[in-house]
Antibody, heavy 123, light 109 residues
Framework: QVQLQESGPRLVKPSQTLSLSCTVS??????????WTWIRQPAGKGLEWIGR???????NYNPSLKSRVSISVDTSKNQFSLNLSSVTAADTAVYYC???????????????WGQGSVVAVSS | QTVVIQEPSLTVSPGGTVTLTCASS?????????PNWFQQIPGQSPRVVIY???SKHSWTPARFSGSLLGGKAALTLSGVQPEDEAEYYC?????????FGGGTKLTVL
């Protein structure tokens, strides 16, 4: 069973780049079975889909964040990562990594989530 | 950009039935949008309860069901239990990616 664990700095200064990693256990990050996904949630607010990377390396990003976001895979560490540049206080949130899986008989499901990583943007 | 609309809040009595809906600013929600529904209890990560319109995960209680209703995705809870009190989010696919609704706070009272 795949498990996910986020890691990275909890505090980032405005205008800098937020970098988080998600370590995959129980599976391989280059598996074609998954889209490796990042989602965030500001305190007291709703969820926002940030973007995803497939095991093949293809990516898709939220249009509202596309100019600042990059998601990549590190097969040597069995991790996938999020980089969000030019951050502001509005980027303060809990950041979740998750899997999106496609089952041919039942469609797409977001079934595995990390526990979330709190990141604050402040000077 | 796609905007996904949910009821901000709903209240239901224990044992009752409630339907939450999920609409898209681009028009009718169909099965091609693969609607997913998540339950989030404060302090916890979201957990999927329904995916691809009406598929249940292994951990989804039988009282949860998903459907398409009047051009929207719908999540129905029948025989609501106190532990169903939570925030519920829908998530739909729009071709370029995915978009969450704003969430529905379900109160069991």
């Amino acid at each position: 069973q795949v498990q996910l664990q986020e890691s990275g700095p909890r505090l980032v200064k405005p205008s800098q780049t937020l970098s988080l990693s998600c370590t995959v256990s129980g599976g391989s990050v280059d598996s074609k079975s998954y889209f490796w996904t990042w989602i965030r949630q500001p305190a007291g607010k709703g969820l926002e889909w940030i973007g995803r990377i497939h095991g093949s390396g293809s990516t898709n990003y939220n249009p509202s964040l596309k100019s600042r976001v990059s998601i990549s895979v590190d097969t040597s560490k069995n991790q996938f990562s999020l980089n969000l540049s030019s951050v502001t206080a509005a980027d303060t949130a809990v950041y979740y990594c998750a899997t999106q899986t496609y089952y041919s008989d039942s469609g797409h499901v977001f079934e595995i989530w990390g526990q979330g990583s709190v990141v604050a943007v402040s000077s | 950009q796609t905007v996904v609309i949910q009821e901000p809040s709903l209240t239901v009595s224990p044992g009752g039935t409630v339907t939450l809906t999920c609409a898209s600013s681009t028009g009718e929600v169909t099965s091609d949008y693969y609607p997913n529904w998540f339950q989030q209890i404060p302090g916890q990560s979201p957990r999927v309860v329904i995916y691809s319109t009406n598929s249940k995960h292994s951990w989804t209680p039988a009282r949860f069901s998903g459907s398409l209703l009047g051009g929207k995705a719908a999540l129905t809870l029948s025989g609501v239990q106190p532990e169903d009190e939570a925030e519920y989010y829908c998530l739909i696919y729009y071709g370029g990616g995915w978009a969450f609704g704003g969430g529905t706070k379900l109160t069991v009272l």
